[in-house]
């Protein structure tokens, strides 16, 4: 697979990556002002999210291959680069990234009271290792930026979470350890066998099927605990729960998509045999995880615990449309990677603004908001609608595409995905009569609505709901070159003749030679 590079005179790629890590090392200078800290972490925040634009307006979308690509020799005797670039199916995570860190630090203004310097360093650290995993062409370099991301992310839940943060912590720690490790062996192997840790070079190799097997599930350890997919989801909830709102909006936002992702960037492109061969037992976990996630969302009573079994079951359609393998369920899938970012944000962020004044996340303890909160109760409602996919908001257009690309591929996979639908209308409308729409509860009474602050945060994620929902155009548009040279590459990679059993019997005498 050849792919053409667009250099960069200007280090933009850079630039958008260490400007938070040079703001983060500032603040360690700073005075222990709060106010101060607050504003300087939002500043910082705000000239990355400016410095992200050039982006959206230069990126050529009729350009196949890498754009404002960087590329500097590093390790010379490894073969290792410090190789940046974008295309179409990164370049608008890269945009969700700084917008989210912006608004994370306005929606945790009041919220994080305590050590408000090491979060905010946290939170600026988080998004350059983030926005880096986006970036790099490089596997050391994104391995790099992939496990750097865990540590900030870590303190964040561990230090500023809910009183079972430390469980919540370990068990995030450890599903995501494992899952890179046994990546990390894959990566190994794959450098052993190409000589290169250049992405682009490797993608070119054409593996030996059986090769490509094993390292498929290498590597599909770590995508599918990120995504999460089903059965490996269970440290979501739990990390979400316990998570202080900045660190679910992160995780919802951005953090999880790195593992589709990853499917997108490593699975399809350096092992398309396999990914055809395994996309049978793909979609059945991507089904599973649809329906599974929808009914156990109508048992939960608690608020953050509910949106967060929704991503399981949205990240489900995620999957789904990937491993499709065409054109339509393609790019709705990567549309509804950032739509999903939006809106479950969105949702989170609702979630801390009515914990801030309650400090409970009970269903039970919530009731009649939509009179004491009118304006934010008209927020969430439009949050819920787009997450249930209602036509006009950004939710519809992704699960149309994924469920229309689904049915032309495999039509009983449509058909069993489409009743995820049925049930996510269910259960968050559901949630929302039993939060806004009941008599008041006494422990509601008098709170206020919505601050300008909490304002602010929650309109650019409005604005991108209705804007991707009525007019997806420029968003689908990034995407369509690279999505069609990435199917053209698994469609020319042949298809795979031998049955799983030969794959595992010749597998281990490739991968453990005698």
């Given amino acids: ?87 179409g199916i990164s370049v608008l995570f890269i945009l969700l990234s700084a917008l989210i860190t912006v608004l994370c630090i306005l929606i945790s203004w009041e919220a994080v009271t305590e050590k408000v310097k090491e979060f905010h360093i946290a939170l600026l650290l988080t998004a350059a290792a983030m926005m880096g995993v986006f970036c790099s062409l490089d596997l050391f370099l994104f391995y790099l930026f992939w496990e750097a991301m865990l540590i900030p992310m870590y303190l964040i839940i561990g230090i500023w979470g809910g009183p079972k943060r430390l469980y919540a912590t370990i068990k995030f720690f450890l599903y995501t350890l494992v899952g890179s490790v ?143 393998l065409n054109s339509n369920a393609m790019e709705g899938a990567i549309l509804q990677m950032l739509n999903h970012g939006i809106v479950t944000g969105a949702l989170f962020m609702c979630v801390g603004v009515v914990y801030e004044r309650t400090h409970t996340r009970a269903i039970k ?59 996510g209308a269910g259960y968050m409308l559901w949630l929302y009569q039993r939060v806004f729409c009941q008599d008041i509860n006494p422990k509601v009474a008098g709170l206020r609505d919505v601050k300008m602050r909490e304002v602010f945060a929650l309109v650019p994620m409005l604005i991108l709901v209705l804007w991707i929902g009525c007019y997806p155009t420029p968003f689908l548009g990034f995407m369509h070159e690279s999505v069609r040279a990435l199917l053209d590459h698994v469609n020319g990679a042949g298809a795979p003749a031998a049955p799983i059993s030969e794959i595992i019997k010749e597998g281990l005498h490739v991968v453990l030679p005698s």
Avoid at 213 to 221: I, V
């Fill in 365 to 423: 303890d919530y009731g009649g908001l939509a009179t004491v909160m009118p304006i934010y109760a008209a927020f969430f409602m439009v949050f819920t609608l787009a997450s249930i996919g209602l036509p006009g908001t950004n939710g519809f257009i992704g699960e149309f595409l994924i469920l229309l690309g689904t049915f032309c591929s495999k039509k009983w996979a449509a058909a069993f995905a489409a009743s995820g639908v049925i049930i």
């Fill in 182 to 324: 046994l990546m990390l062996v894959g990566i190994i192997f794959l450098y052993l066998k190409a000589g290169t840790f250049n992405i682009l070079e490797i993608m070119k190799l054409g593996l030996p099927y059986h090769f490509q097997f094993w390292l498929f599930w290498a590597f599909f350890a770590a995508f599918a605990v990120k995504v999460p997919m089903w059965p490996v989801h269970t440290w979501l909830p739990d990390a979400h729960t316990e998570a202080p709102t900045a660190g679910s909006v992160i995780l919802a936002g951005i953090l999880i998509k790195m593992g589709a992702y990853g499917f997108l960037r490593f699975s399809l492109s350096f092992f398309p045999l396999a990914a055809k061969a395994m996309m049978f037992p793909m979609l059945m976990l991507s089904v599973i995880a649809i329906i599974y996630g929808g009914i156990i969302c109508l048992a939960q009573d608690d608020l953050k615990r509910l949106i967060a079994y929704s991503s399981v079951s949205h990240m489900g359609f995620v999957t789904l449309g990937i491993f499709s």
């Fill in 1 to 87: 697979m050849e792919v053409a590079l667009r250099m960069s005179d200007f280090p933009l790629l850079s630039l958008i990556i260490w400007l938070p890590v040079v703001g983060s090392v500032i603040l360690l200078a700073l005075p222990r002002s709060d106010r101060l800290i607050r504003w300087f972490s939002l500043v910082v925040a705000l000239a990355d999210l400016a410095v992200t634009l050039p982006l959206f307006w230069e990126f050529d979308k009729g350009f196949v291959g890498m754009q404002f690509v960087e590329r500097h020799p590093w390790i010379k005797s490894w073969g290792i680069s410090y190789f940046l670039g974008v295309d």
